[in-house]
């Protein structure tokens, strides 16, 4: 007996709805992206492995899809090597290529590549999939698509708040009102740890933080001591915990708290200029707001770290993400090219918009109008009809096959097509076609004319 055919875990197929409701998404997004200036790009779905690995701290480097190399792929691997079952060491010798992580570290890749065919500032936007080898859950897939835009050879400020508005530009246009767009500032995140002594656990120390949404105050507490941030250290952090209040109050709070440390006044001073801008500005349905925990474990933001939560109410993870990388493109030889971006989860944000019901009832549209078997004839006459009515961007099909009026009937019903046309031997003897509305019932003998009009 053959067996059932299935996909990985993590992976899903789409039905022509979902497809179609996806595509409404993307069409969204990028109808923005091109409204604020950004360029499309596409890179390879994989990556040599060195311009991956490294880039994402340990944990993204776990969640990395290696591709074996072809042919005799063990033929490197020596018996001693082999013998020691150390998977990283044998994974250098047997695989030199990777699906991408994200779409922002080939980004960077193709700017140092393409570096003199480009105009700088350069705003690109890429909207592919990318693959992690996570754990599935809901909102979390192994493979999904993300949507992106960034700006490199800037280091102006007002880039930030152009992203800022370009999120809340996109969910307006979605109708997903109430969305939170989150803001902090790697500086800040410096500055603390370098008031706390743990400087040099930086990434230990923002990778903890990072999750005290999930985990809370106490297992963030214990992780830190586990990575050896001091007691004494972790004391003076208290004021986090509970920093509360608007965008101002708790700037106030952080001018207090990083009194010693220039790195985090710099930040400070970044943060205030993005809210002044903003408030000056104002949204259209989402909010801003300081949230100093968000640290987004990765290790190479340097300045303004955004993302972005649903409407409250609605369970799931951050629907959008992105941040300053001052310094990324330096790890493939191009230094002194500033560059933020910012991304928006396509999967999430399918979720969230199917939950609220906010998908637009026509978007699943497809035929407008079915033409019925009645035999050969009929159907030349028919598609002859169909050809016009393409011509005036009318979705239009012919049921190929001389089945059972009642089966063509349940087909056109199943797939709600709105219209469909009979073509029997007196409408072909007077050169008219019958229109029938399948919700309302009424039929009418039209002229081709006629036709065209009532359905455009």
């Known amino acids: 007996m053959a067996q059932k055919p299935s996909i990985p875990k993590g992976t899903r197929d789409f039905n022509p709805e979902q497809v179609a409701k996806r595509n409404y998404i993307f069409s969204t997004i990028k109808t923005k992206f091109e409204r604020f200036g950004f360029q499309p790009i596409e890179t390879p779905s994989f990556e040599n492995s060195d311009t991956l690995m490294g880039k994402y701290g340990e944990e993204g480097d776990r969640l990395i899809f290696k591709i074996l190399n072809s042919g005799d792929y063990l033929s490197k691997v020596n018996d001693?090597?082999?013998?020691?079952?150390?998977?990283?060491?044998?994974?250098?010798?047997?695989?030199?290529?990777?699906?991408?992580?994200?779409?922002?570290?080939?980004?960077?890749r193709y700017v140092v590549q393409h570096?003199?065919?480009?105009?700088?500032?350069?705003?690109?936007?890429?909207?592919?999939?990318?693959?992690?080898?996570?754990?599935?859950?809901?909102?979390?897939?192994?493979?999904?698509?993300?949507?992106?835009?960034?700006?490199?050879?800037?280091?102006?400020?007002?880039?930030?708040?152009?992203?800022?508005?370009?999120?809340?530009h996109v969910f307006t246009a979605l109708k997903l009102e109430g969305t939170?767009?989150?803001?902090?500032?790697?500086k800040i995140l410096s500055g603390i740890a370098e008031v706390i002594g743990a400087s040099d656990k930086l990434i230990d120390f923002t990778?903890?933080?990072?999750?005290?949404?999930?985990?809370?105050?106490?297992?963030?507490?214990?992780?830190?001591?586990?990575?050896?941030?001091?007691?004494?250290?972790?004391?003076?952090?208290?004021?986090?915990?509970?920093?509360?209040?608007?965008?101002?109050?708790?700037?106030?709070?952080?001018?207090?708290?990083?009194?010693?440390?220039?790195?985090?006044?710099?930040?400070i001073e970044e943060l205030e200029f993005i809210n002044t801008a903003i408030s000056t500005l104002g949204l259209k349905?989402?909010?801003?707001?300081?949230?100093?925990?968000?640290?987004?474990?990765?290790?190479?933001?340097?300045?303004?770290?955004?993302e972005v939560s649903a409407p409250e109410g609605v369970k799931m993870g951050s629907i959008g993400g992105g941040g300053r990388y001052d310094d990324l493109t330096?790890?493939?030889?191009?230094k002194n090219v500033s560059g933020v971006g910012i991304s928006f989860g396509l999967d999430?944000?399918?979720?969230?918009l199917e939950e609220l019901g906010l998908f637009p009832e026509t978007i699943t549209k497809s035929t407008e109008v079915l033409f019925i078997n009645f035999g050969d004839k009929e159907l030349l006459f028919s598609l002859k009809a169909i050809k016009a009515l393409r011509e005036n961007n009318i979705n239009a099909e012919l049921y190929p096959d001389n089945a059972k009026m009642k089966k063509q009937m349940n087909y056109a019903n199943k797939r709600n097509i709105p219209f469909v046309v009979l073509v029997g031997e007196e409408e072909?003897?007077?050169?008219?076609?019958?229109?029938?509305?399948?919700?309302?019932?009424?039929?009418?003998?039209v002229d081709l004319a006629t036709l065209i009009a009532k359905l455009k």
């Not at 330096?330 to 191009?334: A, M, Q, V």
Request: aromatic share 10%.
């Open 330 to 334: 330096g790890i493939f030889g191009l």
């Open 348 to 352: 999430r944000i399918y979720l969230v």
């Open 180 to 186: 939170t767009i989150k803001i902090n500032n790697r």
């Open 428 to 445: 072909l003897k007077n050169n008219q076609f019958t229109l029938k509305n399948m919700n309302s019932g009424e039929q009418d003998k």
């Open 285 to 306: 349905s989402a909010k801003l707001q300081l949230d100093v925990t968000l640290a987004r474990g990765l290790n190479y933001y340097t300045g303004a770290i955004f």
């Open 80 to 108: 001693e090597l082999y013998a020691e079952k150390n998977s990283n060491k044998v994974t250098a010798k047997i695989s030199g290529k990777a699906l991408k992580y994200d779409l922002t570290v080939p980004f960077a």
């Open 115 to 168: 570096q003199n065919e480009i105009d700088f500032p350069f705003k690109r936007y890429q909207m592919q999939p990318v693959w992690r080898a996570d754990r599935p859950q809901k909102g979390r897939f192994r493979e999904f698509y993300q949507c992106d835009a960034d700006v490199v050879g800037s280091n102006s400020l007002w880039q930030e708040v152009e992203f800022v508005q370009l999120y809340d």
């Open 207 to 267: 990778v903890a933080l990072d999750k005290l949404d999930k985990i809370g105050e106490e297992k963030v507490k214990e992780e830190m001591l586990s990575k050896g941030i001091s007691e004494e250290g972790i004391s003076k952090l208290q004021p986090l915990f509970t920093l509360k209040g608007d965008f101002g109050t708790q700037i106030d709070s952080l001018k207090s708290i990083l009194s010693t440390s220039e790195e985090g006044q710099k930040g």
